[in-house]
């Protein structure tokens, strides 16, 4: 299937979990993420923040643990430039979040710390369908496929997903990023 077919079908679907779904896959996710994947060269770590209304997976779960636990690393989220399909990205601080038109919390306020994209260790990334390459399917605007063409080679794509990949996504395209790892609720891929 291509990217538009399959992200109306796996929005539909995503519609249709409940809370108490969204909420287990969701620990899952997080479970699997601190079992899996080395942190101990991560300085500044992307993470996305949920869209509640989207049924997307809930990150504030990953954050607490990485506070908890990892309080070495600077977590960095990011506000979308809709008229670039750009993002800028600013250190978190939970005190100072917006929702934007989308429904998106976005750093806001006047102490905002800005980060370059080349100073991001790891990414994790939001997604709706992946495939066995690593490929993925968003929102179709491109936001991550810019961002992470700006981040430096090494840096760690760490995709999240509530469903299983499928066998390939027909027209990847020349600005498709590829992930490393997607992580969904039962499985780690690795690419
Ligand atoms: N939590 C979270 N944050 C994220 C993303 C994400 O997938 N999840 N994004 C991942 O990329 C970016 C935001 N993606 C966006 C995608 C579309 C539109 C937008 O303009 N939507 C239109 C309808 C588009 C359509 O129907 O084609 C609208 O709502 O009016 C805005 C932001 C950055 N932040
Ligand atoms: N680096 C880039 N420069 C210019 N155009 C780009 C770039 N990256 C992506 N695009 C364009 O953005 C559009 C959306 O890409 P695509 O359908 O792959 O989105 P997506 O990966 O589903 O969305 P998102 O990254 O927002 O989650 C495509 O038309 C693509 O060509």
């Not at 989207?54 to 990892?70: A, C, G, P, V, W």
């Given at each position: 299937?291509?990217?538009?077919?399959?992200?109306?079908?796996?929005?539909?679907?995503?519609?249709?979990?409940?809370?108490?779904?969204?909420?287990?896959?969701?620990?899952?996710?997080?479970?699997?993420?601190?079992?899996?994947?080395?942190?101990?060269?991560?300085?500044?770590?992307?993470?996305?923040?949920?869209?509640?209304?989207?049924?997307?997976?809930?990150?504030?779960?990953?954050?607490?643990?990485?506070?908890?636990?990892?309080?070495?690393?600077?977590?960095?989220?990011?506000?979308?430039?809709?008229?670039?399909?750009?993002?800028?990205?600013?250190?978190?601080?939970?005190?100072?979040?917006?929702?934007?038109?989308?429904?998106?919390?976005?750093?806001?306020?006047?102490?905002?710390?800005?980060?370059?994209?080349?100073?991001?260790?790891?990414?994790?990334?939001?997604?709706?369908?992946?495939?066995?390459?690593?490929?993925?399917?968003?929102?179709?605007?491109?936001?991550?496929?810019?961002?992470?063409?700006?981040?430096r080679p090494e840096t760690l794509k760490v995709g999240i997903c509530l469903e299983e990949p499928i066998e390939q996504i027909e027209d990847v395209n020349k600005f498709d990023v590829k992930m490393d790892f997607c992580i969904s609720h039962s499985n780690f891929y690795k690419f």
């Amino acid at each position: 299937m291509n990217k538009s077919s399959l992200r109306k079908y796996y929005l539909a679907k995503r519609k249709t979990l409940s809370p108490e779904e969204v909420k287990s896959k969701s620990e899952e996710i997080k479970d699997l993420f601190f079992q899996e994947i080395n942190l101990e060269s991560v300085e500044y770590l992307h993470i996305f923040l949920p869209i509640e209304k989207q049924n997307e997976i809930d990150t504030f779960l990953i954050i607490k643990e990485l506070k908890r636990n990892y309080a070495k690393i600077k977590m960095v989220v990011s506000r979308i430039i809709p008229s670039t399909f750009e993002m800028q990205h600013f250190l978190l601080d939970e005190e100072n979040l917006t929702k934007n038109h989308w429904g998106i919390l976005e750093p806001s306020g006047e102490n905002l710390t800005e980060i370059q994209p080349n100073q991001i260790d790891l990414v994790i990334i939001p997604l709706l369908i992946f495939d066995q390459q690593g490929n993925r399917v968003g929102y179709g605007k491109g936001f991550y496929d810019r961002f992470l063409n700006q981040c430096r080679p090494e840096t760690l794509k760490v995709g999240i997903c509530l469903e299983e990949p499928i066998e390939q996504i027909e027209d990847v395209n020349k600005f498709d990023v590829k992930m490393d790892f997607c992580i969904s609720h039962s499985n780690f891929y690795k690419f």
